[in-house]
């Protein structure tokens, strides 16, 4: 598979971890992906991909694209032959801006781009992509879209400084402390951050912690799960164990398995680092 990745310019870096263009054949014709730290913006240019959010919704299928903000359980993505498309991986807070509704209102449920900004908009956008001379010209003209549509957002600095020392501790700070130092109300900082992330701060934490436990194991190497767990804060092996089923729906062993599965399988392909193969 081809990527193509960049971080935008100011004042979008501030919002965006980086814009990319993906193309080629998914390794596996259905992926799960835990919950991370980030929101997704994907503008579809080939067949349509399939989206399921859990045992009890029905899966969607997505012709345009689609915008998921912050997950709070694994996400299953059904791919075609082919796939094709261009996207954004927002900070926890860089969506918001480009709403027209608070994010908790789609908290857990993708919906489709044009639901977002229009079928006219989101059609143009898809024809000028499509008509772009490679993934570089695709990715700038993305990030113009994103410069037109910024615009003021109430509260983004509180939940910004907020999400950023979550971020810097890797969830492992009292959110007590968070909302002392900012001198709002709990009841006030977690209504921003459901308005702005879709989640309470309490559960970004949540996720911080466990994306970087995940990304700390070395697939390659025997795993010592407890001193793991402990390491990072996790009460006992029994609350790090549930936090890796509320978070993936696997055991960390189960986990492991299938990402080995994965690494032997693909070998240094695009998608290894987070999305899981679904058997």
């Known amino acids: 598979m081809e990527y193509v990745s960049r971080v935008p310019r100011p004042p979008l870096d501030g919002l965006i971890d980086d814009l990319y263009y993906l193309e080629g054949t998914p390794p596996y014709a259905r992926l799960m992906l835990p919950p991370m730290p980030a929101a997704l913006l994907i503008v579809n240019l080939g067949a349509p991909f399939r989206i399921h959010g859990g045992t009890d919704t029905e899966p969607a299928e997505y012709a345009d694209g689609c915008v998921i903000t912050m997950p709070t359980r694994a996400l299953e993505f059904g791919y075609p032959l082919r796939t094709r498309s261009v996207g954004v991986h927002f900070k926890p807070w860089g969506l918001a801006p480009f709403l027209p509704m608070p994010a908790a209102e789609l908290c857990d449920r993708p919906v489709t781009i044009e639901q977002v900004w229009g079928r006219p908009a989101v059609a143009e956008l898809r024809d000028r992509l499509a008509a772009a001379y490679g993934p570089r010209e695709m990715l700038t003209l993305l990030e113009q879209e994103l410069t037109r549509r910024l615009g003021e957002t109430a509260g983004l600095g509180l939940v910004r400084h907020t999400s950023g020392v979550i971020a810097a501790t890797g969830g492992a700070v009292a959110i007590g402390d968070l909302r002392a130092a900012a001198g709002v ?63 993936t729906g696997l055991t960390p062993t189960r986990y492991l398995e299938v990402r080995r599965r994965f690494l032997r399988e693909h070998p240094g392909n695009v998608l290894d680092s987070w999305p899981l193969p679904v058997d």
């Not at 025997?222 to 936090?243: C, K, N, R, V």
């Open 185 to 247: 109300s709990s009841t006030h900082l977690a209504q921003r951050f459901k308005e702005l992330i879709g989640i309470t701060p309490k559960r970004l934490a949540r996720t911080h912690r466990f994306a970087a436990t995940v990304f700390a194991i070395n697939p390659a190497d025997p795993i010592d799960w407890t001193g793991l767990a402990s390491g990072a804060g996790y009460f006992d092996q029994a609350h790090f164990d549930h936090e890796f089923r509320a978070f």
